[in-house]
């Protein structure tokens, strides 16, 4: 019997997506696709295309791309009340949100936003982490609209990715507002426990349930001995994804890579200050849309 998620997390990415499906996934109604992000809302029906140094390898062993491949997914989930996909491509994609109301009309999202400077900065981090970046942050941004115009994958989009209040109104035009759960990285931060717990009353298993927080997943910035984190994390290791996968190693690696000490310089203050300014008008459209008081972003 085929089974098709009942919820999305949609993003955004480097927002504490890996975090919050790692506390979800615990429950013991909530399945999650294996793969974490399949992004096929994104790439339906076409052949993964992306021109960025390490686009390619980043990608290819997590995309898909048919639909049935897509239903494959979710073979495991068994009697879960709440089955899902973690796939931050989803929020901003101008076309997924149309997708994925035809094709799962009753599902339910979920969103959780970073303040959008600081998820940029980490995003440049990220990038750099893999060896993907070469530029700084501020040349980077400059580099953007070219790198976009050249097809270069959605994460180098540090600044196009943060204007969220577009983003979600696109949701908005299909779906009901009550189906959309929003929260925010600082409600990881405050009580990550609290937050997991309010998104499982959102998706109908028992919110007294708590799971193990202090996780900590996907972390930017310069490691240690780079060149054994690249070795582990880079194309050779994700040429070999699935093989890696079917063996329990790559989850391995991917616990090991999780706890990598690293260091990441702080954000130069009057180019966070610029860049937040950029974000002004969507930032108070977002308040207004969640209703809750985001001066702290400022």
């Excluded at 999305?8 to 997506?17: D, E, N, R, V």
């Excluded at 790198?147 to 196009?160: F, T, V």
Aim: charged share 20%; aromatic share 12%.
């Amino acid at each position: 019997m085929d089974c098709l998620p009942t919820f999305l997390l949609i993003g955004a990415a480097k927002a504490g997506t890996t975090a919050l499906a790692q506390m979800l996934s615990q429950h013991p109604d909530v399945f999650f696709a294996p793969n974490k992000e399949p992004s096929f809302f994104a790439w339906m029906g076409q052949t993964l295309a992306v021109q960025g140094p390490g686009d390619w390898e980043a990608l290819s062993p997590y995309v898909v791309t048919s639909w049935d491949a897509y239903r494959r997914q979710f073979d495991g989930a068994g009697a879960a009340a709440a089955v899902g996909e973690a796939s931050t491509a989803y929020l901003y994609h101008p076309l997924a949100a149309g997708r994925i109301a035809a094709h799962l009309p009753e599902v339910r999202l979920i969103a959780i936003l970073r303040q959008p400077a600081e998820r940029a900065y980490a995003a440049y981090w990220h990038l750099a982490r893999d060896g993907r970046e070469t530029l700084d942050f501020a040349a980077a941004l400059q580099a953007e609209p070219g790198r976009i115009a050249d097809g270069w994958e959605q994460l180098w989009h540090y600044r196009q990715m943060g204007y969220y209040a577009a983003q979600l109104q696109r949701y908005l035009a299909y779906f009901e507002r009550s189906r959309l759960y929003i929260c925010l990285y600082e409600d990881l931060q405050v009580d990550a426990a609290a937050t997991a717990q309010g998104i499982f009353g959102f998706l109908g298993v028992d919110a007294e349930f708590t799971p193990r927080v202090g996780l900590s997943a996907n972390k930017g910035g310069l490691p240690r001995l780079a060149w054994l984190y690249r070795l582990l994390a880079g194309g050779r290791v994700r040429g070999m994804g699935r093989r890696w996968a079917a063996a329990g190693l790559r989850r391995g690696a991917r616990r090991v890579l999780d706890r990598w000490p690293m260091r990441k310089p702080s954000f130069d203050p009057d180019l966070r200050a610029a860049l937040t300014g950029e974000y002004r008008d969507d930032i108070l459209r977002l308040q207004e849309m969640l209703q809750r008081d985001l001066s702290g972003w400022f």
